[in-house]
């Protein structure tokens, strides 16, 4: 089973940056996708951005398009989500979550490995 762990969340400024990390384990070679979902109190979850692990393909959510960066470190089996021109909004338990599907990275139903979430702050 394929085991993600987020970590790098925390308390920020706004207008500062974050670089949150998302670390596999376990039979990472069953891996299509990685993705970052993001959850606010009293909101629905809603999805990040996404990378593919064979590939290179990044996917963004509409809300974070020029300000949030996906990239990734296939000898360590990290992801990084690195967060910029932070606003209050964006104040939310992040997750990161990985799919051996082939399509639909923006749907958070076909995710089938989730960690746990690291919560990032944004302080006006």
């Known amino acids: 089973q394929v085991q993600p762990v987020e970590s790098g969340g925390g308390l920020v400024q706004a207008g500062g940056s974050v670089r949150l990390s998302c670390a596999a384990s376990?039979?990472?070679?069953?891996?299509?996708?990685v993705g970052w979902f993001r959850q606010a109190l009293g909101k629905e979850r809603e999805f990040v951005g996404a990378?593919?692990?064979?590939?290179?393909?990044?996917y963004y959510g509409d809300s974070v398009k020029g300000r949030f960066t996906i990239s990734r470190d296939n000898a360590k089996n990290t992801v990084y989500l690195e967060m910029n021109s932070l606003n209050v909004e964006d104040t939310a338990v992040y997750y990161c979550?990985?799919?051996?599907?082939?399509?639909?990275?923006?749907?958070?139903?076909?995710?089938?490995?989730w960690g746990q979430g690291t919560q990032v702050t944004v302080s006006s």
């Open positions: 990378i593919s692990w064979p590939g290179r393909t990044i």
């Open positions: 979550a990985a799919r051996s599907g082939s399509s639909a990275y923006t749907d958070q139903f076909k995710y089938e490995y």
């Open positions: 376990g039979g990472t070679f069953e891996i299509s996708a």
